[in-house]
């Protein structure tokens, strides 16, 4: 963790999480914005020509590295999209057509087809499977942190019970 040392230690903490997300946010801006350009491209050329060109095949290429590494960015940093882009349709739709261009492509291995899958339930663009956990959410670590403390409040409760045996000396409500 970077130390601030002008800040109080919670301030410093408040700073890191701030710089952290402005980090991630803009990385995810960026391959966002190349999406963008590599779908106008690919509308606006007919694949269909003869005259096939390097850019078409370049942005092919752009739009499904990018489609991928958005899906990493997504899965493991949930909370930098949720707070930047949810309710921003224009990038939703631009979402959804990268990952149909790359299911229409048929070139995805399985592992990559279940990366994809995992990332339109954590966007809500598939419903979402009874047992889909995002260890990387907040709300999951939350919860994480409250079964840890849960458990070993029980623990601590269950080592402290004293344990009853004969003894030389009587209690003192006893003499």
């Known amino acids: 963790?970077?130390?601030?040392?002008?800040?109080?230690?919670?301030?410093?903490?408040?700073?890191?999480?701030?710089?952290?997300?402005?980090?991630?946010?803009s990385i995810i801006l960026?391959?966002?914005?190349?999406?963008?350009?590599?779908?106008?491209?690919?509308?606006?050329?007919?694949?269909n020509s003869e005259t096939k060109n390097d850019t078409i095949g370049q942005a092919f290429a752009?739009?499904?590295e990018n489609t991928a590494v958005l899906c990493d960015l997504i899965l493991r940093f949930p909370d930098v999209y949720h707070s930047h882009y949810d309710g921003i349709n224009e990038i939703s739709i631009l979402l959804k057509w990268s990952f149909n261009l790359?299911?229409?492509?048929?070139?995805?291995?399985?592992?990559?087809?279940n990366i994809l899958h995992l990332t339109e339930q954590e966007?809500?663009?598939?419903?979402?499977?009874?047992?889909?956990?995002?260890?990387?959410s907040s709300d999951q670590k939350m919860i994480r942190e409250k079964l840890r403390v849960e458990s070993a409040r029980k623990?601590?409760?269950?080592?402290?019970?004293?344990?009853?045996?004969?003894?030389?000396?009587?209690?003192?409500?006893?003499?």
Do not use: C, G
């Not at 963790?1 to 946010?25: G, N, R, Y």
């Not at 402290?160 to 003894?167: A, D, F, L, Y």
């Open 62 to 64: 752009l739009t499904f």
């Open 123 to 136: 966007l809500n663009f598939v419903i979402r499977d009874s047992n889909y956990v995002n260890e990387f």
């Open 1 to 25: 963790m970077i130390h601030w040392p002008l800040f109080a230690e919670e301030e410093s903490q408040i700073w890191t999480k701030l710089l952290f997300s402005v980090f991630w946010s």
């Open 30 to 47: 960026q391959r966002i914005l190349i999406l963008q350009e590599s779908r106008k491209i690919l509308n606006n050329t007919d694949i």
């Open 155 to 175: 623990a601590k409760k269950s080592s402290v019970k004293r344990v009853k045996k004969p003894r030389l000396t009587p209690v003192r409500s006893e003499l």
């Open 102 to 113: 790359l299911r229409e492509s048929q070139l995805m291995s399985k592992s990559d087809e």
